[in-house]
């Protein structure tokens, strides 16, 4: 009979974090051979309102959308993070 291999009960085991099991986890994205990382947003994370640069439509509050920047820029990281975009989730899909 094979053994089972039980976890000891008091072993800490990380507690999930519900929402960003909903919305996704940050990832790494290539397109048109620029990667970009991205930022799943939730729905109760949608604070204000963001313009779309894919269909230049208004992003309300509430509704869940990525965000993007180029992961590697050549006017440094922090550059990168302060040119991020707020895509609509269909628009980030097809651009």
Same mark, same amino acid.
């Given at each position: 009979?094979?053994?089972?291999?039980?976890?000891?009960?008091?072993?800490?085991?990380?507690?999930?974090?519900?929402?960003?099991? =909903?919305?996704?986890?940050?990832?790494?994205?290539?397109?048109? *051979?620029?990667?970009? $990382? &991205?930022?799943?947003?939730? /729905?109760?994370?949608?604070?204000?309102?963001? =313009?779309?640069?894919?269909?230049?439509?208004?992003?309300?509050? *509430?509704?869940?959308? $990525? &965000?993007?920047?180029?992961? /590697?820029?050549?006017?440094?990281?922090?550059?990168?993070?302060?040119?991020?975009?707020?895509?609509?989730?269909?628009?980030?899909?097809?651009?």
């Amino acid at each position: 009979m094979p053994r089972r291999h039980r976890r000891d009960r008091d072993q800490d085991v990380e507690a999930l974090d519900i929402e960003r099991l =909903r919305t996704g986890v940050r990832r790494v994205e290539t397109k048109r *051979g620029t990667r970009y $990382v &991205v930022q799943p947003i939730g /729905e109760k994370n949608a604070l204000k309102d963001y =313009r779309c640069p894919g269909c230049d439509q208004i992003i309300p509050p *509430g509704q869940a959308h $990525v &965000v993007s920047w180029e992961e /590697e820029s050549l006017r440094g990281s922090h550059r990168a993070v302060e040119e991020r975009r707020h895509w609509h989730n269909h628009c980030w899909r097809i651009a």
